[in-house]
């Protein structure tokens, strides 16, 4: 139908002049790479099911982050958000949900995570590495080997969205090459040339290993002293969803928390 379609535009006609003829179903481009095709080929209606039934399970900060990001995506403002979240409190969840949700609108929401194990929570999770072809080692001269005119460079043009889940896993040099190769390919010299970006994890877990590294060295490696994180905006999720909020629940939730930030420790105690 497409081929038939490009030869009546060479008389001026395509095939809506021809009542009975059936309509065009998809994007060519999609129908050349096979990439877009997998990332695009999803139930719509199921999808959009799934996204009302989870936005109405969603606590007052889990829609406040949804409804950030969704916002950046329709309204093209190509944000950073980084979705900071303990254990239980539905960063998964919510991540999964806005990728449900640019998938019914029959855009492409592109779902990582630094390590394999996370990866497999996401929807169409693939790790960032094999995703965007990071190098190793990234130096902080590296760009994501992502070849112009490739089925990836392709699907990098339709995306609106990059979920990135355990981020600060990543080295920051690594974050920046796969920045850096957004801004190659869509020729747009702004984060990620202009492709919304979501970053999730929680401080208190783990940060770019480094060999026989010192504290310092550690953090000095994460994305907090990379050159995005200035333009990252900081969404916090709090509540822990996998407890009954009770009281005692509550209060154990936070002594967590706290012992996780090095807190309320015992004499001789440390973390």
């Given at each position: 139908l497409h081929l038939i379609n490009d030869n009546l535009k060479n008389f001026g006609k395509t095939l809506q002049d021809f009542p009975n003829m059936p309509e065009l179903q998809q994007v060519w481009n999609v129908i050349l790479s096979k990439l877009l095709q997998e990332e695009t080929d999803y139930d719509v209606e199921e999808l959009k099911r799934r996204v009302d039934e989870n936005k109405a399970r969603f606590n007052g900060k889990q829609l406040g982050a949804f409804n950030k990001v969704m916002d950046s995506v329709d309204n093209n403002l190509g944000?950073?958000?980084?979705?900071?979240?303990?254990?239980?409190c539905g960063k998964t969840f919510v991540c999964n949900t806005l990728a449900s949700a640019i998938w019914s609108n029959g855009d492409v929401a592109l779902c990582v995570a630094s390590s394999g194990i996370a990866?497999?929570?996401?929807?169409?999770?693939?790790?960032?590495?094999?995703?965007?072809?990071?190098?190793?080692?990234?130096?902080?001269?590296?760009?994501?080997?992502?070849?112009?005119?490739?089925?990836?460079?392709?699907?990098?043009?339709?995306?609106?969205?990059?979920?990135w889940d355990e981020v600060l896993m990543?080295?920051?040099?690594?974050?920046?090459?796969?920045?850096?190769?957004?801004?190659?390919i869509l020729e747009k010299d702004v984060p990620f040339s202009g492709v919304t970006a979501v970053f999730g994890e929680d401080f208190r877990q783990t940060l770019p290993v480094i060999q026989q590294g010192l504290r310092q060295q550690m953090i000095a490696a994460s994305l907090k002293r990379?050159?995005?994180?200035?333009?990252?905006?900081?969404?916090?999720?709090?509540?822990?969803?996998?407890?009954?909020?009770?009281?005692?629940?509550?209060?154990?939730?936070?002594?967590?928390?706290?012992?996780?930030?090095?807190?309320?420790?015992?004499?001789?105690?440390?973390v």
């Open positions: 944000k950073m958000i980084f979705i900071h979240s303990a254990g239980g990866a497999l929570l996401l929807e169409g999770g693939r790790t960032a590495h094999s995703r965007f072809k990071i190098p190793i080692p990234a130096l902080d001269t590296s760009i994501a080997n992502i070849k112009r005119g490739t089925q990836l460079s392709q699907l990098l043009l339709w995306t609106k969205v990059v979920i990543q080295h920051k040099n690594a974050i920046d090459s796969v920045d850096q190769g957004f801004r190659d990379g050159r995005l994180w200035d333009q990252i905006q900081v969404h916090y999720l709090v509540q822990n969803m996998r407890l009954d909020q009770t009281p005692d629940n509550i209060a154990h939730a936070a002594w967590l928390l706290d012992v996780g930030a090095g807190k309320k420790l015992g004499p001789g105690e440390t």
